[in-house]
């Protein structure tokens, strides 16, 4: 299995054998899909990744709480809720019951991506350079909107009223890969906003206080390490901590973001480990 394929196991709680038969066959069908789903034969003996449970079964929800629901009352266990009737006050991801093929899988797809963090689909790396158009801020929300994964975000609600989410700037001139960043970063609960080039980012600077800066290197005009210098020479914006981003990993290239002022370097394709450390690492 490819660094881009991963394999979930699925166990069942208070799900009757029909349709436990059911969704087997069903899961089947993703053999060879980057998400491939299985259920899990003996429960406690296997890693579990995904939960479904009976929501209209009280011994079921009895059970997945002992088990699973923390003091806090949110399950420890990514968690799909399978019910006839529709749930449309809870706060996990519900199907229907009896297993439908297309809204289970979707379902478990998107339990992977905003449970799991799963998204291979958002692989940060340099397209083809015939690929990379030019575009601006608002044709590039237009296009975003499209995507699939979209649906998977949602705004989220925080009961604190204080709370105040990261702002983030992505100043990068390949839309996928401003793409990917969104998504990675709105997945972590982070606002986002972007700027194709140097000068529209220095331009975004001077209206929008910002937590952290992820700068592309190589860029149209103005390039990264001089967009940096700036950043760093003003005393409004020189705390901001700016990660570059760069297809290269030579040791000059790191000298000069050095001495340029970035904080720290990603090299793409960025691994998704490494690029949650340094996010938490400069916005916790």
């Keep these: ?26 899961l089947a069908i993703t053999e060879g899909r980057t998400r491939t789903y299985s259920l899990v034969d003996s429960p406690g003996g ?8 009976n929501a209209d079964n009280p011994e079921a929800k009895d059970e997945w709480n002992h088990k699973y629901v923390g003091t806090n009352g949110i399950s420890m266990c990514a968690t799909i809720l399978a019910s006839r009737n529709k749930l449309n006050d809870s706060q996990y991801t519900y199907t229907s019951l009896p297993f439908f093929p297309t809204r289970v899988l ?6 992977t991506v905003k449970e799991l963090k799963y998204t291979p689909e958002l692989r940060i790396e340099e397209p083809p350079k015939e690929t990379q158009t030019p575009t601006n801020i608002r044709d590039y929300k237009t296009q ?7 649906t998977f975000i949602g ?13 983030v ?3 990068d001139d390949s839309l996928p890969v401003r793409k990917a960043l969104d998504m990675k970063l709105r997945l972590m609960d982070y606002e986002v906003q972007h700027a194709a080039n140097g000068r529209e980012a220095l331009w975004l600077l001077q209206k929008t206080h910002f937590d952290s800066i992820f700068l592309d290197v190589v860029m149209p005009g103005i390039d990264g390490y001089e967009v940096c210098k700036q950043i ?4 409004a914006t020189r705390h901001i901590p700016v990660i570059m981003l760069t297809s290269r990993s030579s040791q000059l290239d790191k000298v000069k973001g050095k001495l340029a002022g970035c904080d720290t370097y990603l090299t793409k394709p960025v691994e998704h480990d490494k690029f949650e450390k340094v996010v938490t690492g400069f916005l916790m």
């Design 232 to 235: 760093k020479r003003n005393k």
């Design 144 to 150: 975003l909107s499209n995507q699939e994964l979209e």
């Design 46 to 53: 296997e890693q579990t990744d995904i939960l479904i449970v």
């Design 169 to 171: 700037l992505v100043v």
């Design 106 to 111: 979707k379902c478990l797809d998107e339990v």
């Design 1 to 26: 299995m490819s660094e881009k394929e991963r394999a979930f196991r699925v166990e069942l709680c208070g799900i009757q054998e029909k349709d436990r038969n059911v969704l087997k066959r069903i």
């Design 155 to 167: 705004n989220r609600t925080d009961i604190n009223a204080n709370y105040r989410k990261h702002n």
